[in-house]
Nanobody, 111 residues
Framework: VQFVESGGGLVQPGGSLRISCVAS????????MYWYRQAPGKEREAVAT????????NYADSVKGRFTISRDNAKNTVYLQMNSLKPEDTGIYSC?????WGQGTLVTVSS
């Protein structure tokens, strides 16, 4: 099982960013997928989840209405569209399933 995240970077408060995660080593379309984040000095927290077919999603209260998770099973890829970003959204974002995590992509929200 392997994940490769990309798309992180520095963005100003109120800005937007889309991060991606390409998965390999398992049947991607058979599993729910998750985005987690870990802020500096804090524990990792679940941010969003999406069902196998992409028909059901769930979000942490802190990102609800601002973040959107989606997936493309033909490309073995899960996305996280992040809008109205806040400084407290800063952290390393990783995708996950089957108890595995990628190395993550760093998102920094700062002016």
């Amino acid at each position: 099982v392997q994940f490769v995240e990309s798309g992180g970077g520095l963005v100003q408060p109120g800005g937007s960013l889309r991060i991606s995660c390409v998965a390999s080593g398992f049947t991607f379309s058979s599993y729910n997928m998750y985005w987690y984040r870990q802020a500096p000095g804090k524990e990792r927290e679940a941010v969003a989840t999406i069902s196998r077919a992409g028909t059901s999603t769930n979000y942490a209260d802190s990102v609800k209405g601002r973040f959107t998770i989606s997936r493309d099973n033909a490309k073995n890829t899960v996305y996280l569209q992040m809008n109205s970003l806040k400084p407290e959204d800063t952290g390393i974002y990783s995708c996950s399933t089957l108890g595995h995590w990628g190395q993550g992509t760093l998102v920094t929200v700062s002016s």
